[in-house]
């Protein structure tokens, strides 16, 4: 039988449309293989956020061709798929099939048509297959299980190209979420949930919202617990944060992505928040969970930025003091409205000196918060064997903090809870020992 090799670039959504490309593939007897050699089929994942992701694949494309002198039979599906569609595969003649983020169910149809030499293109708004319960996602291997709550995205911040890769926004039923967490954890095993949404706040499904999500995911038997990505701060309430509070399983880590700290920027950006009101929202949650751990994405060098807007932002990063943060240098995209504004652009050596002094300034703050993390005991869901060295075993806290310690009875704890005493820290992970 054929053997494809997946490759994934982008966030969560795109990790788990791959997972459930690979359920689909296996289901119908093809085998999935790491090895570029074995592999007859090589199924490309992209991500379209910023110009860089876009040309790493282009050039991935290229080296595939070279290197198996076409012999291979290359698709791509995600982000990419979705914004160039028919130009995509008019601009690259040697790809076989182009999958939209809507049209992931129909990848056997792709592949299976492309063995027979003919090609395959759909990037349609498949709704109904959305909804369709999807057991199917390959889970073999992790400790954690996403889920999708919400695809798309309504907001059209004036920088980023998602809404037009992902579409319009639309709510899973309630009843199919569930169902998919209970297959999580009975049949596969999985005891970590992790709700997907570019923006979860905005679920709306007869007349539920996403706090009766997380409170209706956290009754269920056997989730020890449950993450969500991503929240958009003008619909994060305090409902939603007391739902937190009042569930021991719902992690109490948010990520709250600020984009810039200043009101001038965020009024460009169309983010429909100031400075002020997202500040109260931080000050809200630590008021009502004083154990809570805050992760945030910042851009820097957005048209019209100037010194003072970035002093702004850096003024709100030394103030909140993020537990973690994502911080990029704006890339133009197309389609977007930011495209059109008449500000000037921020040359690429003030955005890049700009990027590495909030990056700098992180990283002290994150050493620090790990240090004071040193001799305290925090309960961890182990998740692998460490990469570097399978005598350790790696998890994660609740704040999502990377932990490695001795593993005295190895794979067994792998998807168990443990409770560890952290011993010392670097910026990236915690290094702890057993209880
Ligand atoms: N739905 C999520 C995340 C979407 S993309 C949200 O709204 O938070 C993830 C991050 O990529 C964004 O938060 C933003 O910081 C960054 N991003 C998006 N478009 C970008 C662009 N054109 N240039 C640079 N960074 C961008
Ligand atoms: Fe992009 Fe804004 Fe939607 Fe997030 S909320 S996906 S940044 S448009
Ligand atoms: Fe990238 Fe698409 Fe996710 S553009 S960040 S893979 S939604």
């Known amino acids: ?40 089929i090589f199924i490309l994942n992209t991500c379209s956020v910023r110009e860089k992701a876009v040309h790493k694949i282009h050039s991935r494309i290229g080296v595939i061709k070279k290197r198996y002198k076409g012999q291979k039979i290359v698709g791509i599906c995600g982000c990419v798929a979705s914004q160039e569609g028919r130009a995509l595969m008019e601009k690259i ?44 996602a390959e889970r073999a291997g992790h400790t954690k299980a996403y889920i999708s709550i919400i695809e798309g995205c309504d907001n059209f911040c004036t920088y980023c190209i998602v809404p037009f890769t992902r579409g319009r926004e639309h709510s899973r039923p309630l009843s199919i979420i569930l169902d998919e967490v209970k297959d999580a954890v009975e049949v596969k ?9 570019q923006n979860v706040n905005s679920y709306a499904f007869e007349g539920k919202t996403f706090a009766d999500v997380l409170e209706a995911v956290s009754n269920l038997q056997g989730v020890y617990r449950i993450r969500f990505l991503t929240s958009h701060p003008k619909d994060f309430n305090e409902n939603l944060v007391r739902v937190i509070a009042a569930h021991d399983n719902i992690c109490p880590t948010i990520h709250l992505p600020m984009q810039s700290g200043s009101d001038r920027i965020l009024k460009k950006m169309g983010r429909k928040y100031t400075r002020s009101e997202y500040l109260d929202k931080i000050r809200m949650i630590r008021d009502i969970l004083p154990e809570s751990w805050i992760s945030s994405d910042f851009i820097v060098g957005f048209p019209g930025e100037n010194e003072k807007d970035f002093l702004d932002t850096m003024d709100v990063i030394q103030s909140v003091r993020y537990d973690n943060l994502y911080s990029f240098k704006y890339s133009p995209r197309p389609h977007t409205a930011a495209l059109k504004l008449k500000d000037p652009l921020v040359p690429d050596s003030i955005a890049s000196n700009r990027l590495s002094i909030l990056q700098h300034t992180q990283e002290e703050i994150q050493m620090n918060k790990h240090m004071s993390m040193v001799g305290h005991e925090y309960t961890v869901l182990v998740e692998s064997l460490s990469k570097k060295n399978p005598k350790l075993l790696t998890g994660r806290t609740e704040g999502n903090h990377v932990v490695h310690f001795e593993a005295g009875r190895g794979r067994q704890l792998i998807g168990k809870l443990v409770d560890v005493r952290i011993e010392t820290v670097t910026m990236a992970s915690l290094k702890a020992s057993l209880i």
């Open 93 to 136: 003649p040697y790809l076989k099939f182009v999958l939209g983020t809507r049209s992931t169910h129909l990848i056997t149809e792709a592949v299976n048509r492309a063995l027979n030499g003919s090609k395959f293109l759909d990037s349609n708004d498949h709704k109904a297959e959305m909804d369709a319960p999807i057991t199917f």
């Open 189 to 197: 095993g999985i005891h970590e949930i992790e709700l997907l949404g």
């Open 1 to 40: 039988m054929a053997k494809f090799k997946i490759e994934t670039w982008g966030c969560q959504m795109n990790e788990y449309d791959s997972q459930k490309m690979v359920g689909l593939l296996k289901q119908d007897g093809f085998v999935q293989t790491e090895s570029e050699e074995e592999a007859d």
